[in-house]
T-cell receptor
Framework: DAGVTQSPTHLIKTRGQQVTLRCSPK?????VSWYQQALGQGPQFIFQ???????QRGNFPDRFSGHQFPNYSSELNVNALLLGDSALYLC??????????????FGSGTRLTVV | GNSVTQMEGPVTLSEEAFLTINCTYTATGYPSLFWYVQYPGEGLQLLLK?????DKGSNKGFEATYRKETTSFHLEKGSVQVSDSAVYFC???????????FGSGTKLNVKP
């Protein structure tokens, strides 16, 4: 049973560029959350998608946007990249039952370096 | 608000030593508490959890007890191994588990 799959594993971008990161949830999961983990820090919640809509958002600027597809996979887009966006981006999937998340599972992440 | 504070690392121990990593929290409502482990170059793996006061989570020799009176969830292991070397994160979630609040992590180095 495949877990949470993220692609690419590593990425190098230039300041001002745009980037798209991808996440395929664990089988049976319908909810995807994204986190940013700066070097030496704990992960910080960016947003969560359920039923193709953003259900909750953390304290991140509008440069960070996302999408969820009918097959539950998700994309994270970051526009106008800054050096400070360099981080490990983690995707987590879960399934939602009566508004509660179950089975939260993290992927291995995408390492984004902005130069 | 919701936040987690962990002891700063790195923590360096010899194999078979006793491990304690301190974690305290503030939360609105009644949180569930977690310890995650991150090995080099990998994502987060759930180590253990506790969902209500006085619960003890345990896994692979690690234990942590949810102490509401001291708002703490300290991680302990009686005898660490070199393979336990990793970064450990304490985390909480409230209400419907929609999002997690993580501490800044504690790096553990175990020497043979």
């Amino acid at each position: 049973d495949a877990g949470v799959t993220q692609s690419p594993t590593h990425l190098i971008k230039t300041r001002g560029q745009q980037v798209t990161l991808r996440c395929s949830p664990k089988s049976g999961h319908d909810t995807v959350s994204w986190y940013q983990q700066a070097l030496g820090q704990g992960p910080q919640f960016i947003f969560q998608y359920y039923e193709e809509e953003e259900r909750q958002r953390g304290n991140f600027p509008d440069r960070f946007s996302g999408h969820q597809f009918p097959n539950y996979s998700s994309e994270l887009n970051v526009n106008a990249l800054l050096l400070g966006d360099s981080a490990l981006y983690l995707c987590a999937s879960s399934w939602t039952g009566q508004g509660v998340n179950y089975g939260y599972t993290f992927g291995s992440g995408t390492r984004l370096t902005v130069v | 608000g919701n936040s987690v504070t962990q002891m700063e690392g790195p923590v360096t121990l010899s194999e078979e030593a006793f491990l304690t990593i301190n974690c305290t929290y503030t939360a609105t409502g009644y949180p569930s508490l977690f310890w995650y482990v991150q090995y080099p170059g990998e994502g987060l793996q759930l180590l253990l959890k506790a969902t209500k006061a006085d619960d003890k989570g345990s896994n692979k020799g690690f234990e942590a007890t949810y102490r509401k009176e001291t708002t703490s969830f300290h991680l302990e292991k009686g005898s660490v191994q070199v393979s336990d070397s990793a970064v450990y994160f304490c985390a909480l979630t409230v209400y419907n588990f929609n999002k997690f609040y993580f501490g800044s992590g504690t790096k553990l180095n175990v020497k043979p």
